[in-house]
Each structure stands twice: as C-alpha cells, then as structure tokens.
C-alpha cells in the first residue's frame, strides 16, 4: 500500500497539523493546466505507423535515423522511440525529486500503459518496462514499450 504521507510530506501540515488525504491536497494545491498536461503522461497517446506502435507525436524523422542505425530490429527500434526518462516530467533540477517518488510513477505509468495498449491495440501484445534497479542515479528512471510476437 502506498504511503502517500511519505512522498507528500506536507499533507501532514495541512488542516492545522491534522493532515489531508491525497485527494483534498490535490484539489488544494493543483492547476486545470497541469491535470490536462498530466493527462498526456496519465492516459498516453499511442499511434500506428508502417507496423510500429509509438507514442502520439514522435518524429518520422528520427524513426528513420534509428532504422538506418539499428541493427537488432522493429523491436529495439519501438522501445528506443517510445521510451521517456522520468525526471523529464517536470523541469530540470526539480527540487523534489527522489527515488521514492519515481519508483511509485514508475510503477503506476507501467500499469496504465499495459491496459492503454491493451485496451486500444487488443490483437497486439507488447512488454512494457521500467527498470527500478537504478539507486542513485534519477536520470536513468525511465518507461518503455514495444511489441512483442
């Protein structure tokens, strides 16, 4: 069960010290313009293209650089096109950024993205990864997919 007290500490300020739950401090503190960007990350828009499935918005162009450079095939080619790292999901130098924090979005992006491509692609099936092995290193916390036969 996730903790939500420990990678939101100050819900536990909130109330005059008697904390708020993730909902309440959600609807306290958030914006309509995150939540439809968050949108995009939460609910992801996947596209087909010449046999590929890839992530709404990718560039025809660099599809056809990593073809000319990628030896191992459509399978290596999607997860580098349809990987995202992350500490990319806010700015640069966020201060709060931890392992924590990424590890549980990590985890639920997985999720979500196993039952979106599930769901709108239901004759494909692929493997989605995030590797959670990395310590210290925040950068390298990233999520991926491709298809699989």
């Not at 992350?86 to 392992?99: K, P």
């Not at 924090?101 to 993205?113: D, N, V």
């Not at 995030?130 to 699989?148: A, E, M, R, W």
């Amino acid at each position: 069960m996730t903790d939500f007290n420990e990678l939101i500490p100050e819900m536990r300020d909130w109330n005059n010290g008697k904390g708020v739950d993730v909902q309440t401090w959600v609807e306290c503190e958030g914006n309509f313009r995150l939540a439809v960007g968050y949108s995009t990350l939460f609910w992801p828009r996947f596209t087909e293209f010449e046999g590929y499935v890839l992530r709404e918005g990718f560039s025809v162009e660099s599809l056809r650089g990593f073809e000319q450079q990628c030896q191992e095939g459509r399978k290596t080619i999607e997860a580098v096109m349809n990987h995202f790292h992350l500490d990319g999901i806010q700015y640069m130098g966020c201060e709060d950024i931890n392992r924590d924090r990424l590890l549980y979005l990590g985890q639920i992006l997985r999720e979500i993205y196993q039952v979106k491509l599930a769901w709108q692609f239901p004759n494909k099936r692929f493997e989605v990864m995030f590797d959670d092995s990395f310590q210290d290193d925040l950068v390298n916390y990233q999520i991926t997919f491709y298809q699989i036969s």
